[in-house]
């Protein structure tokens, strides 16, 4: 599995998220897209400290 195929599941769940957070009125679709991409590039930081970290080994 590589980075593109996490990012899009993760995105898709992100996603799904925002959008009930949205319909229950806590998030705005300016702050779930915010938010979404904010996960996002942490997620990637994180998976690029793990594969170097298995690169490393």
């Known amino acids: 599995m590589d980075w593109n195929t996490v990012q899009q599941l ?8 925002s959008g009930v957070l949205i319909s229950k009125g ?6 779930a897209v915010t938010l979404t991409g904010g ?3 942490v997620a990637s930081v994180v998976w690029w400290i793990v594969w170097n970290k298995k690169e490393v080994k």
Do not use: K, P
């Not at 806590?26 to 702050?31: A, I, N, P, R």
């Open 26 to 31: 806590v998030l705005t679709e300016e702050m």
């Open 39 to 41: 996960l996002i590039s």
């Open 10 to 17: 993760l995105r898709i769940l992100l996603q799904f998220g």
